[in-house]
């Protein structure tokens, strides 16, 4: 499959699938039961210092649950209220290329053989990606639609170290890059607002990810998460974290995108999680309606 070239940030995501799929498809989010390898005590314990997977894994979503079983519920529930949509599945929960090629591909391939299944997208970390996997995703990426995202978080290797991801930019730099080569979509997942990066620094990653071969970017303001790290982290020195409001975040990611190359597609802004779980910024605004703020605002400032 060859990679199309879409040239403007304004592009959402659904033109991106629009420009490749003749048809409509929907994402089915998937937990194939993956841990990660600073959870596991390959690299670290504990894992990232932001991370609850909760606050990001659909209800119908559950480690229980085989992968049909998940992709026929997802379904199901879009199926109420849409019709004609294919689907893409996508393996989002913690590290979902952490096993043996074998395993990763029974799955991946469980996933492809359910009907109306067009594609898959891959969430995974940049230290997890092994050349004789992407040999094998090379293959499926000749065949079907395929997205691998990595988590980068930061381009910052003190603030890597700090939130405990256990790999460095470079690591990712390079993974993305062998990615690419491959003939696969690459895309990165970065967190806006991590303790101890000021604006400039945040501004400076948008610099840096232009330089690598990317097709998307998935942003999101710093949430803090109950039973995390890192929400104890500012319980004790609040001093240190910059919480944005939604107009604070707007102006900065107006600001990210003029540093961008125009090329990446920015797929996501803001990221939602359970009122439950969510300790702060609590905004109750969806991607959606953040992105109607921001171009109201990016085209008042340019007209």
């Not at 393996?91 to 996933?111: I, R, V």
């Not at 978080?153 to 690591?171: A, F, K």
């Not at 990810?209 to 803090?224: A, G, I, Y």
Request: charged share 20%.
């Amino acid at each position: 499959m060859s990679l199309p070239q879409i040239s403007h940030q304004s592009t959402q995501f659904a033109d991106f699938l629009a420009h490749i799929f003749p048809y409509k498809v929907q994402k089915i989010s998937i937990n194939a039961g993956f841990s990660c390898p600073n959870r596991d005590g390959t690299k670290g314990v504990g894992g990232c210092s932001y991370c609850n997977n909760r606050a990001f894994s659909p209800q119908y979503t559950a480690t229980s649950k085989s992968v049909t079983q998940q992709l026929e519920e997802g379904i199901l529930f879009f199926a109420r209220k849409y019709t004609n949509l294919k689907y893409i599945a996508y393996f989002q929960s913690y590290t979902n290329t952490y096993g043996t090629t074998n395993e990763l591909l029974s799955l991946y391939n469980e996933a492809l053989s359910y009907p109306g299944v067009v594609g898959l997208i891959i969430g995974t970390r940049p230290d997890c990606m092994p050349d004789s996997l992407l040999t094998e995703l090379e293959k499926i990426a000749k065949k079907h639609f395929l997205l691998i995202e990595y988590g980068i978080e930061s381009t910052n290797n003190d603030t890597l170290v700090r939130i405990n991801r256990g790999h460095t930019y470079e690591e990712a730099a390079d993974t993305i890059r062998r990615t690419h080569n491959r003939g696969i979509y690459t895309g990165a997942h970065l967190i806006l607002g991590l303790p101890g990066e000021n604006k400039e620094c945040i501004l400076g990653h948008a610099d840096r990810l232009s330089e690598l071969p990317l097709t998307t970017l998935k942003l999101h303001q710093l949430q803090l998460i109950r039973g995390t790290k890192m929400s104890l982290e500012y319980e004790q020195r609040p001093d240190q974290f910059h919480l944005y409001s939604v107009e604070e975040y707007i102006d900065l990611c107006i600001e990210f995108m003029d540093r961008l190359d125009p090329k990446i597609i920015i797929d996501r802004f803001v990221s939602q999680s359970p009122k439950e779980l969510l300790i702060a910024p609590a905004w109750g605004i969806k991607n959606n309606e953040f992105v109607v703020k921001l171009n109201k605002k990016r085209n008042a400032l340019r007209s």
